[in-house]
C-alpha cells in the first residue's frame, strides 16, 4: 500500500504541482507579516493585527479549496483519468462547506471522545480521518462522510493505524531530510548577523517549498490507503451477500469466500489504481 502511495504521488505531481505550490505560499504568508508585528508601536500593531487576522481567515479559506482540488486531481490519477485544473477547482469550490462542516464536526467529535476519555478520542481521530476524501472523491454531505469513514476503518482499525504512523514517519523523516541540510548551509549564504530579516525570509520561501512537496504526498498515501479500505469493505460486503445468498438457499455449509478473491473482486468494481490516463 505505501509502495502504491508512491507510485500515485509520482504519477500525479506534475499535476498537482502549482496547486502545491500556491497551497505552500499561502501557509508562509503569514510569517512574512510577522516582522510588521514587531515595530513596538500599538496603535500599528492593532491595525496590522486585525489585517493578520483577515488574511489568516481567507488563507483558510483557500487553503481548503485547493486542498480539495488536489485531492479530485490526484484521486482521478488514481482512477486512471484526469481532471483539468479548472474542474479541479470548481470540485474543490463545491466541496468548500461539506468540508469546512466536516472540520467542525471531526474537531468536535475528536474532543468529545478525548475529553470523555482519551481511547475514545484516539478512535474516533483514526476512524473519521477519510472525511475529506469521501466529501470530495464520493461527493458525501459532512455528516455522511464521517459515518462512512468510521464504517470503512471499523475492522480495520489497527492496520489502518499501522499505515498511518508509518505514513506520518516517512513525512517527518522527509521533512528533516529536507530542512536540517538547507538549515545548516543557509547562514553561509545568508549570515543571520548581517541581515536576520532576509535571512528568515529565505528560510520561510523554502519551507513553503518543501510543503509543496510533502502536501501531494501525503493526499497520495492517504488516498491509496482509503481505496485499499474501500475494497476491502467491499470484500467483506461480498462475503456476506455470499452467505446470505446461500443460506437463503438452504445450504448450511455457507463457507466464506478466499480474502484474496473477495479483495480482487472488490478491486474490478472499482477504476484501476495508479493507471495513468491517456
Known amino acids: ?8 504521488f509520482f504519477a500525479s505531481f506534475k499535476s498537482v504541482i502549482l496547486l502545491a505550490l500556491i497551497i505552500g505560499a499561502l501557509n508562509v504568508l503569514p510569517q512574512f507579516l510577522m516582522p510588521s508585528l514587531m515595530t513596538g508601536n500599538p496603535e500599528a500593531m492593532a491595525n496590522l493585527g486585525a489585517t493578520m487576522l483577515a488574511a489568516v ?6 487553503s481548503l479549496i485547493l486542498t480539495a482540488a488536489m485531492i479530485a486531481k490526484v484521486g482521478a490519477v488514481a482512477q486512471g483519468s484526469s481532471l483539468s485544473l479548472g474542474a479541479a477547482l470548481g470540485r474543490g469550490l463545491k466541496a468548500f462547506f461539506p468540508m469546512l462542516l466536516g472540520t467542525i464536526f471531526y474537531t468536535i467529535a475528536v474532543a468529545i471522545g478525548s475529553v470523555l476519555l482519551l481511547i475514545p478520542g484516539i478512535i474516533l ?20 462522510a464521517l459515518k462512512t469513514s468510521h464504517n470503512l476503518v471499523w475492522g480495520n482499525w489497527w492496520r489502518t493505524a499501522v499505515l498511518l504512523t508509518i505514513v506520518l514517519i516517512i513525512v517527518y523523516v522527509l521533512l528533516l531530510g529536507l530542512t536540517i541540510p ?14 536576520p530579516m532576509m535571512f528568515m525570509y529565505a528560510f520561510n520561501i523554502f519551507y513553503g517549498l518543501v510543503y509543496a512537496i510533502i502536501t501531494p504526498l501525503m493526499l497520495a498515501l492517504f ?23 446461500r443460506a437463503g438457499a438452504g445450504d448450511p455449509r455457507v463457507p466464506a469466500l478466499p480474502q484474496a478473491r473477495l479483495h480482487a473482486r472488490a478491486r474490478r468494481a472499482d477504476a484501476p489504481l495508479l493507471r495513468r490516463p491517456r
Open 57 to 62: 481567515a481567507v488563507i483558510l479559506v483557500l
Open 1 to 8: 500500500t505505501i509502495d502504491s502511495g508512491f507510485k500515485l
Open 223 to 245: 488516498i491509496v490507503i482509503y481505496y485499499d479500505l474501500k475494497a476491502r469493505k467491499g470484500g467483506a460486503d461480498l462475503a456476506a451477500g455470499e452467505r446470505r445468498k
Open 125 to 144: 481521530m483514526l476512524s473519521l480521518i477519510f472525511y475529506s476524501y469521501l466529501i470530495v472523491l464520493e461527493r458525501e454531505g459532512p455528516i455522511s
Open 182 to 195: 538547507i538549515s545548516a548551509a543557509l547562514p553561509m549564504v545568508l549570515p543571520m548577523a548581517e541581515d
